[in-house]
């Protein structure tokens, strides 16, 4: 597949932080590209060097064939982009939202009708195209501002945080719509989001962490790389029996949520027979399980993305 962005050396600096120190990687044509890192990881300042929101120390970066630096403007026309915060205007109808960014896109005059009328159908809203942004429910004025940003055909959608804020009927709904356009319009996705459930619709995901890229490979690649199972369990005495677990056990990498005891091992056939025997104290719940991209976030950044959340 060809490569629709290329990012290669990328550097920025402020003042007295290095935000991104030099980094590379490829988005491929129609993929979901999962972008994901804790807060203050560099993740904004890349995508808004990407967007040509902001002027990079070095470094290039090519999207559809264009050069950033040099063919602002058809970088500008090849992206669209769905900022976290709603940007829509509430006291306009649907139409006359989509209307504006026609204009603000210079859509041909002849072409804007049915422009928006194309993409209110991609988001299942011709129907109330009438009505006033204000009356819109949360879900409905996201899967607008979706509509809005493929108004000018662009050949990449970033989506910030598309479904903060939403209910998660909501969201997986959300998700069946990009999932489509996905599919039908072919359209390549770069995503952040912080529920990582959600990021593991990417096909890919790259991992960002202190301005540089530490991962980037498809979830079940990164997950594979993990390997082995995740034991949780809790006791009657967690305390005591992490105490007995240190001191027992030593094919097991262990960690302490809460309330819950974490065990990574490379096969759990193999480990829960005799362990459930090394263990004095009476085990009140057991679980087993892969790893998930929540383990795989945890591992190498070493904090788990919910620690890292702005809300
Ligand atoms: N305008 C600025 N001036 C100085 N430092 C900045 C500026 N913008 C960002 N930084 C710093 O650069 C680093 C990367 O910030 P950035 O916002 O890109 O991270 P992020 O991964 O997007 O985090 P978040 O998830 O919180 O948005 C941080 O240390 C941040 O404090």
């Keep these: 597949m060809e490569s629709i962005i290329s990012v290669h050396n990328l550097t920025k600096s402020y003042k007295n932080v290095e935000a991104v120190k030099g980094i590379n990687f490829e988005v491929e044509e129609g993929e979901i590209f999962g972008f994901l890192g ?5 993740k904004s300042t890349t995508i808004n060097m990407i967007c040509t929101m902001l002027k990079p120390t070095s470094g290039n970066i090519v999207i559809n064939g264009y050069d950033v630096s040099k063919d602002k403007d ?5 992206i669209g982009i769905i900022f976290q915060e ?6 306009l109808t649907a139409h006359e939202n989509l209307m504006l960014h026609c204009r603000f896109y210079n859509v041909p005059k002849d072409k804007r009708e049915e422009r928006i009328q194309e993409v209110l159908e991609i988001v299942d809203l ?13 879900g409905m004025k996201r899967r607008l501002e979706i509509a809005r940003g ?6 990449v959608l970033f989506l910030d945080e598309p479904t903060v804020g939403l209910d998660p009927q909501t969201r997986a709904h959300l998700w069946e719509y990009i999932l489509r356009l996905k599919e039908k319009e072919g359209i390549t996705m770069f995503l952040t989001t912080h529920y990582l459930d959600e990021a593991e619709i990417s096909d890919r995901v790259a991992i960002m962490d202190q301005g540089d890229i530490i991962a980037i490979d498809s979830p079940t690649a990164l997950k594979d790389q993990l390997g082995g199972d995740i034991i949780e369990l809790s006791t009657e005495d967690n305390e005591q029996a992490l105490k ?3 001191e027992k056990v030593k094919e097991a990498e262990v960690t302490v949520d809460e309330d819950t005891i974490h065990l990574k091992v490379a096969s759990s056939d193999a480990f829960i027979s005799s362990f459930i025997k090394t263990l004095n104290i009476p085990i009140t719940r057991l679980n087993i399980r892969k790893p998930t991209l929540n383990d795989v976030f945890l591992a190498f950044t070493g904090r788990k993305i919910g620690e890292t959340v702005k809300e």
């Excluded at 709603?86 to 006291?91: A, V």
């Excluded at 493929?150 to 050949?155: A, C, G």
């Design 74 to 78: 058809a970088v500008r026309g090849s």
């Design 126 to 138: 011709v129907e109330e195209k009438s009505q006033r942004v204000e009356t819109f429910s949360g």
């Design 150 to 155: 493929l108004l000018h055909y662009p050949k």
């Design 244 to 246: 007995e677990i240190h």
């Design 86 to 91: 709603n940007t829509l205007d509430e006291k």
């Design 38 to 42: 804790p807060n203050g990881a560099g």
